[in-house]
């Protein structure tokens, strides 16, 4: 069936003045979206009634509590009529001809149920650094990619994906108790049989910042490990497992540099041991210098916090 009608979903909290900028990008599509539904998550700077004002009836403005992002998407889901759902952070931006080309991409491949593009990064701080923009291409395999990057396959952040309504009712609803629930929702879909097309030149722009989700580094690892801990209750091939299961391990392990408080800490030991049973390959060396980032004094705990996320378990894989 041809793709008649699109949503695009733009979920917000304190994202002001860039949610103007976001919102700009999905109305100045070339192949404008049919409806444009703005979920706030309880923003205190003024972003509901700026939007309003700003844009008036071109957008529809849903209030609620603070949901996070899956509980954003979930409402704007609920709330959306489209054939096919483009979801936006608040923060970031589309391409102004991302739409037309997904929408095309999928129409030309009608048993094809989500479409992904390229991403491209910038900074608004210019002190932060340190990201990598993975190169995205079409994959054989999603699910073995996905498992193989640990969720991180190039083109797979959630703006870049234009999906059919079909995967809501194939997939069901963003996981609200993970932080960050996107790498979930694409394992799942993945898993489900969902079929996914890359389409070169839809572009959308990622926008780094100081105090964005992704630069919680403690909530970011502990994300990546539950979703690996779901993961591995529904996929079942190899070599995925496998390749889940040392992710798993390695996440455990570097969550022992983010613990604060005395139960983050309980939390992260408890980690530590279970990566280390379970894993037996971590060094020794390793899980000595984890026990230390949890029970060594403050200021030890600030110099190990600036490792990157992911940098010891890179050093374990190594290892």
Known sequence: MTIATSSVIVVSHNNWPALDLAVASAI???????????????????????????????????????????????????????????LLDG?????????????????????????????????????????????SR??????????????????????????????????GRFDESIYGADYDY???AAAAGCRFVHVPGALVFYRARPGQMSMNRAAMAARSARTFEKALTFI?????????????????????LYGATAAERRNALRALRESRSSTPAVPA??????????????WARNALRRVRPGALADIVARG
């Open 186 to 188: 694409w394992f799942r």
């Open 138 to 171: 079409q994959y054989d395999d999603v699910l073995l990619e996905l498992c193989r990057t640990g969720g991180r396959a190039g083109g797979f952040v959630v703006h870049s994906l234009l999906f059919r309504r079909r995967v809501i009712e194939k997939v």
């Open 285 to 298: 060396l390793w899980i000595a210098l984890g026990t230390c980032a949890v029970v060594a004094p403050e």
């Open 236 to 256: 079942s091939r190899e070599p995925c497992r496998a390749m889940l299961e040392r992710h798993l391990q390695r996440f455990r392990l570097s969550l022992t």
């Open 28 to 86: 100045g599509q070339t192949r404008p979206p049919s409806e444009i539904i703005v979920v706030d998550n309880a923003s205190t700077d003024g972003s509901p009634e700026r939007i309003s004002a700003a844009f008036g009836s071109r957008i529809r403005v849903i209030r609620q509590e603070n949901r996070l992002d899956s509980g954003g998407y979930n409402a704007g889901i609920a709330a959306s009529t489209g054939d096919v759902i483009q």
């Open 91 to 135: 923060d970031d931006l589309l391409d102004p001809h991302k739409l037309e080309r997904q929408i095309a991409a999928l129409d030309a491949v009608p048993d094809a149920d989500i479409a992904y593009g390229d991403v491209t990064r910038f900074r608004e701080d210019p002190s932060h650094d340190g990201w990598i923009d993975y190169e």
